[in-house]
């Protein structure tokens, strides 16, 4: 009888702050009791409010009550401990509504520790420990608790399912085993788990394999990234000390031909002073004599004009030439036709050379692109959604509610737009095109052209196929044909009627699939693509012609 009442001395001496005995037990007015440091650090937090309060009934105290320790209490705790009893559960270990609770507690039901497959019934800790100890239930099988043990029983006959048809593929039991399952192939469900578990054994080393294979990748990719960027940095590093050094170059001849200007400057200077200097000592010279030629001129005294006269000495002939070659303003021009034709020279090594540089940067993403896809599964996971546009429609053509599948009309469409097509039956996607794309394209009873095309029309009665920038494949009844750039080429394949286009803009790939129960390669495209890329569609008679954009 004393252990019957010891859980109601448990529940006493328990703290409901730390869920565990109490410590220093103190009583507040309240009448709970608690450990002496739960309930003070419970105030502590109070404090601010300066308002206390009871951690259960949340009566309120003006003042915080003086604690003082419940010998009673403490005297119960100590006889609990010498017993050598456990306290009574804390509420974390009863069963809540999202917990499988034991089928064998009354009252309230403890969580469930083990579930068995055998009783069909969860057990907490205590009840599970016949499990433990009988031989009877040695046999049994103890699994994480579970809320679906019911499943495990056949509806139609309450029995437990311990067989698996492998026909209908789903668990029975004995007599639905000799029932309707008795012409099946079946085997026990231990078997079929055990077979299972295999393939799941199995399928697990591939993703190890896999995941093993993905991260060495990764290894190598992170060793390419160092070496691209250790690369790059030497190569703009080198590429500026070139460039700096073509720099300083460029200004020394700069300096060089400054100096050289200059100095036939000064001496074309010099030559004209000289002149001018000359010229000035001329001019003074004749100055003088016109003087002497005025004032003897004037002389009235006949005598005195004729014995002067023969006085003057004639004029002297200058020792440098009278006239004077003016050399024009652009006497330097020759100078800056030079220089313009260094300079020219020089743009076009330099954008011969970039184009080199450009060029081998496109070949650095090819190498970095990842292998083209081999199978029709691994094409699936670039399938792109791509949608038909209306408004480049031709008017002869109608487009279904999804702008997926088109159609080719006898009597033409009178709306008006102003980027239609008009008089070639074809239309463009709405999207662009980058990237890795795949898709997919079936075609009605008529001709069509797949087209991937650069928008490099200007009017609306452009083709979208045949010019430089489009590749096309043409899908007709006995054959395929190619078009690159007006040049049909016929292409050998198995004949299909939907094809596979996959694009792999960076690496410059453009390929072409038949799709029967396997993909055959029709023609695989590898260029440089420059601009964004659209997909298009060209259908040919009869009236009732479609081609579609495949959902995938």
Same mark, same amino acid.
């Given at each position: 009888?004393?252990?019957?009442?010891?859980?109601?001395?448990?529940?006493?001496?328990?703290?409901?702050?730390?869920?565990?005995?109490?410590?220093?037990?103190?009583?507040?007015?309240?009448?709970?009791?608690?450990?002496?440091?739960?309930?003070?650090?419970?105030?502590?937090?109070?404090?601010?409010?300066?308002?206390?309060?009871?951690?259960?009934?949340?009566?309120?105290?003006?003042?915080?009550?003086?604690?003082?320790?419940?010998?009673?209490?403490?005297?119960?705790?100590?006889?609990?401990?010498?017993?050598?009893?456990?306290?009574?559960?804390?509420?974390?270990?009863?069963?809540?509504?999202?917990?499988?609770?034991?089928?064998?507690?009354?009252?309230?039901?403890?969580?469930?520790?083990?579930?068995?497959?055998?009783?069909?019934?969860?057990?907490?800790?205590?009840?599970?420990?016949?499990?433990?100890?009988?031989?009877?239930?040695?046999?049994?099988?103890?699994?994480?608790?579970?809320?679906?043990?019911?499943?495990?029983?056949?509806?139609?006959?309450?029995?437990?399912?311990?067989?698996?048809?492998?026909?209908? @593929?789903?668990?029975?039991?004995?007599?639905?085993?000799?029932?309707?399952?008795?012409?099946?192939?079946?085997?026990?469900?231990?078997?079929?788990?055990? *077979? $299972?578990?295999?393939?799941?054994?199995?399928?697990?080393?591939?993703?190890?394999?896999?995941?093993?294979?993905?991260?060495?990748?990764?290894?190598?990719? @992170?060793?390419?990234?160092?070496?691209?960027?250790?690369?790059?940095?030497?190569?703009?590093?080198?590429?500026?000390?070139?460039?700096?050094?073509?720099?300083?170059?460029?200004? *020394?001849?700069?300096?060089?031909?400054?100096?050289?200007? $200059?100095?036939?400057?000064?001496?074309?200077?010099?030559?004209?002073?000289?002149?001018?200097?000359?010229?000035?000592?001329?001019?003074?010279?004749?100055?003088?004599?016109?003087? *002497?030629?005025?004032?003897?001129?004037?002389?009235?005294?006949?005598?005195?004009?004729?014995?002067?006269?023969?006085?003057?000495?004639?004029?002297?002939?200058?020792?440098?030439?009278?006239?004077?070659?003016?050399?024009?303003?652009?006497?330097?021009?020759?100078?800056?036709?030079?220089?313009?034709?260094?300079?020219?020279?020089?743009?076009?090594?330099?954008?011969?050379?970039?184009?080199?540089?450009?060029?081998?940067?496109?070949?650095?993403?090819?190498?970095?692109?990842?292998?083209?896809?081999?199978?029709?599964?691994?094409?699936?996971?670039?399938?792109?959604?791509?949608?038909?546009?209306?408004?480049?429609?031709?008017?002869?053509?109608?487009?279904?509610?999804?702008?997926?599948?088109?159609?080719?009309?006898?009597?033409?469409?009178?709306?008006?737009?102003?980027?239609?097509?008009?008089?070639?039956?074809?239309?463009?996607?709405?999207?662009?095109?980058?990237?890795?794309?795949?898709?997919?394209?079936?075609?009605?009873?008529?001709?069509?052209?797949?087209?991937?095309?650069?928008?490099?029309?200007?009017?609306?009665?452009?083709?979208?196929?045949?010019?430089?920038?489009?590749?096309?494949?043409?899908?007709?009844?006995?054959?395929?044909?190619?078009?690159?750039?007006?040049?049909?080429?016929?292409?050998?394949?198995?004949?299909?009627?939907?094809?596979?286009?996959?694009?792999?803009? $960076?690496?410059?790939?453009?390929?072409?699939?038949?799709?029967?129960?396997?993909?055959?390669?029709?023609?695989?495209?590898?260029?440089?693509?420059?601009?964004?890329?659209?997909?298009?569609?060209?259908?040919?008679?009869?009236?009732?012609?479609?081609?579609?954009?495949?959902?995938?």
């Amino acid at each position: 009888m004393a252990q019957q009442g010891n859980p109601l001395d448990q529940e006493r001496i328990s703290c409901s702050l730390c869920l565990d005995l109490l410590k220093d037990p103190v009583t507040i007015p309240c009448g709970h009791s608690y450990c002496m440091s739960c309930v003070n650090t419970h105030w502590d937090k109070e404090d601010e409010k300066k308002l206390h309060s009871c951690p259960q009934c949340r009566q309120t105290f003006t003042q915080r009550p003086v604690l003082g320790k419940s010998t009673v209490l403490a005297d119960l705790v100590e006889e609990l401990k010498k017993s050598g009893l456990q306290p009574a559960p804390s509420d974390h270990c009863y069963a809540g509504p999202e917990d499988v609770a034991c089928d064998f507690c009354t009252g309230r039901k403890l969580k469930a520790f083990k579930s068995c497959l055998v009783c069909l019934a969860s057990y907490c800790e205590k009840h599970l420990q016949p499990h433990y100890e009988s031989r009877t239930f040695e046999k049994h099988k103890l699994v994480d608790p579970s809320k679906k043990l019911l499943d495990n029983i056949c509806s139609l006959h309450d029995e437990v399912m311990k067989i698996f048809c492998r026909t209908d @593929q789903q668990s029975i039991c004995y007599l639905c085993f000799m029932d309707e399952h008795k012409d099946h192939d079946t085997v026990s469900a231990a078997a079929e788990r055990t *077979e $299972r578990q295999r393939e799941l054994e199995v399928s697990r080393l591939n993703i190890q394999q896999r995941i093993q294979d993905r991260e060495e990748g990764v290894k190598l990719l @992170q060793q390419e990234e160092e070496n691209i960027n250790l690369s790059a940095d030497k190569a703009v590093k080198d590429s500026e000390k070139i460039f700096t050094q073509l720099i300083r170059l460029m200004e *020394e001849r700069s300096s060089d031909v400054k100096q050289q200007v $200059r100095s036939q400057q000064r001496a074309e200077m010099s030559r004209v002073k000289d002149l001018q200097e000359k010229k000035q000592q001329d001019i003074s010279e004749l100055k003088r004599r016109d003087v *002497e030629v005025q004032e003897l001129s004037h002389t009235e005294d006949l005598n005195q004009f004729l014995q002067n006269y023969p006085s003057g000495s004639p004029l002297s002939e200058s020792t440098y030439s009278s006239s004077i070659n003016i050399r024009p303003l652009s006497c330097f021009e020759d100078v800056t036709a030079t220089v313009s034709e260094v300079r020219d020279k020089l743009e076009k090594v330099l954008r011969e050379e970039g184009s080199k540089v450009l060029l081998t940067g496109t070949e650095l993403d090819v190498l970095l692109s990842e292998p083209e896809p081999k199978t029709r599964a691994e094409f699936l996971q670039y399938s792109s959604k791509i949608t038909l546009d209306p408004n480049s429609a031709d008017a002869h053509l109608s487009l279904s509610k999804g702008n997926k599948k088109v159609t080719f009309n006898g009597a033409p469409n009178e709306e008006k737009q102003p980027e239609r097509f008009t008089d070639i039956f074809q239309v463009l996607s709405r999207e662009s095109l980058t990237g890795r794309c795949y898709w997919e394209v079936e075609k009605g009873h008529g001709g069509v052209n797949i087209v991937v095309t650069c928008k490099e029309h200007k009017t609306t009665n452009a083709k979208i196929a045949g010019h430089q920038k489009s590749w096309t494949l043409g899908i007709f009844k006995d054959r395929y044909e190619l078009r690159l750039n007006k040049v049909r080429t016929p292409v050998s394949g198995p004949r299909s009627s939907r094809v596979g286009v996959y694009l792999d803009y $960076r690496a410059g790939v453009l390929s072409f699939y038949s799709i029967t129960e396997t993909m055959t390669l029709l023609h695989r495209v590898k260029t440089t693509f420059t601009k964004p890329l659209y997909a298009g569609i060209q259908l040919f008679h009869p009236a009732g012609n479609t081609a579609e954009l495949c959902k995938l």
